[in-house]
């Protein structure tokens, strides 16, 4: 076998190999999100928690349902900006629900607005009740400034602020809100009573799909890899002969 063969030989295997890993490499990660998305489904048929104990640990929380009481504070609204919704560029509307007592709220994202450029728009147009029933899905904040700035725009009584990404230390930041804030967001689900605006939505689920059309690619290139140069071996071989 001459010398030239055997490291052609070898580099075949070699990248059929590496193919083959990162098939089962996806593989792997497809596993992980079907057991993600299994237990995002879960968690979104479970019965809704009680809000003491989202409060008290919301991490272990995150992905289930919550009811709350409260009213919404018409006067201060969080806008985050630089969404896609629906194919059209839009922003999220987030508005503090003031619990009984008015010493704690907790930030409700109502949904999202349509938006030309994915930065203005008017969340005191779309008003809530004065008092209702939120129900949705809890979701931790992350702690620290995200590091995004926060915009203001401010008209008589109404403060609205803007930014890309919501974080529990920016919203607890001194005299932003004359209340405390719960270190998490509860998005409000579609349903009977909850208005048509903002446009609710459930929360994205993790699409398992794509790692498992990964790994198809990476065996599909190994295959082709062996037995296309097997192929061409032979074929090589068998022109040999002929002359």
Known sequence: MKARTVVVAAAVLAGATACVRLGLWQLGRWDERERALAAARAALAAPPV????????????????????GRFDADRHVVLTGRVRSGEPAVEVVTPLVLP??????????????????????????PEPPGRAVTGVVEPLPRGPAGHAWLVRRAGALTVWSTYVLDA???????????????????????????????????????AFLHLSYAVQWFAIAAVLLFGSLALAVVRRGAGRGR
């Open 50 to 69: 009680p809000h003491g104990a989202v409060f008290a640990d919301p991490g272990s929380l995150a992905g289930r349902r919550v009811t709350l009481a």
């Open 101 to 126: 007592g008015d010493s704690l709220a907790v930030p409700v994202l109502r949904g999202w607005l349509p938006a030309a450029d994915a930065v203005t728009a008017r969340p005191e147009e779309h």
């Open 169 to 207: 230390d920016s919203l607890a930041a001194p005299g932003r809100f004359p209340y405390a804030l719960a270190p998490y967001l509860v998005r409000e689900l579609p349903g009977p009573g909850v208005p048509a605006r903002p446009h609710r939505a459930a929360p994205p689920l993790p699409d």
